[in-house]
């Protein structure tokens, strides 16, 4: 079975259910990532898991060990720890056990950080378009604290959809990143707005419905085209299948290997 070689230095619930998990490795260090990128975080099924995720079924092994994927939320140079944005899935084998740990708690880590869900086949002078839903917005966050400079001319557009207000993580930090770097914009939206304890006043709906809006041609002053724009999406299927129709209806095409386009996608 793997080693724990790893140890949880911080903890942050934004709302039960969801948290920032900081993760330091013990006695060795961090590999060099892009932002973007995954690692991979484990625990033997032996580890207790959180009341709220109910039973099991079926009930693992006790000698399996759990491994999932987390994309990276941290810069790429920071060296001491490594963060996670993690969403409870109560059915999951391992998020029940990962909403268990404490700080000082130990955990797996994976030695080295993959994917292709980078910034490496975009050219510099291309504006970003992140949208995200849920967790998704995790990669951003990793690409926006290591490529964000308040001075440079490319502008980045952060797009995060979520049920309500508090599933909102990040969005302090993002309000406060807009107010000092004027190339970079920050639109939440919700679809649950009649939970709110407070009314809302911010966008209600989902992401596609927005950009069919014009809301990023409104804050930039031009109109976003696959000549000056790149797009990433992550999260819900649905919405990426809804962002892909609408993008290609605007001349703009998926990224892979053989074919380069402008749209850059990673689905959970």
């Known amino acids: 079975m793997p080693e724990l070689n790893a140890i949880v230095t911080q903890r942050i619930d934004f709302a039960p259910g969801l948290m920032i998990l900081r993760v330091t490795p013990d ?7 892009k932002p973007g990128q995954f690692s991979v975080l484990g625990l033997p099924a032996s580890a207790p898991r959180v009341p709220e995720a109910g039973a099991e079924n079926p009930v693992p092994a006790p000698d399996t ?43 797996f880590l994976s030695p080295k950080a993959t994917g292709m869900f980078t910034l490496d086949q975009v050219a510099a002078d291309q504006n970003l378009i992140f949208i995200g839903t849920g967790t998704g917005l995790a990669p951003y966050m990793s690409m926006i604290r290591s490529h964000v400079e308040a001075n440079e001319p490319r502008k980045f557009f952060v797009l995060h959809g979520a049920r309500n207000s508090w599933d909102l993580g990040y969005r302090t930090e993002l309000f406060y990143l807009q107010r000092f770097a004027p190339n970079f914009t920050y639109v939440p939206i919700i679809d649950g707005p009649d939970k709110e304890l407070v009314p809302w006043k911010g966008h209600v709906g989902f992401a596609q419905e927005l950009w069919k809006k014009g809301v990023i041609e409104q804050a930039w ?30 001349g703009f095409t998926v990224h892979t290997k053989q074919n380069p386009g402008q749209v850059h996608i990673e689905e959970f």
């Open 27 to 33: 006695g060795w260090e961090l590999p060099d990532f």
């Open 65 to 107: 060990f759990i491994r999932r994927a987390y994309s990276i939320a941290s810069a790429s140079h920071e060296r001491e720890f490594i963060e996670f944005y993690i969403a409870m899935v109560t059915s999951g084998a391992l998020t029940p056990r990962l909403f268990a740990l404490n700080v000082g708690d130990r955990v």
């Open 221 to 250: 002053g031009f109109k976003p085209t696959p000549a000056n724009a790149h797009v990433f999406l992550c999260g819900n299927p649905l919405m990426i299948e809804a962002m892909k129709e609408v993008l290609g209806h605007e």
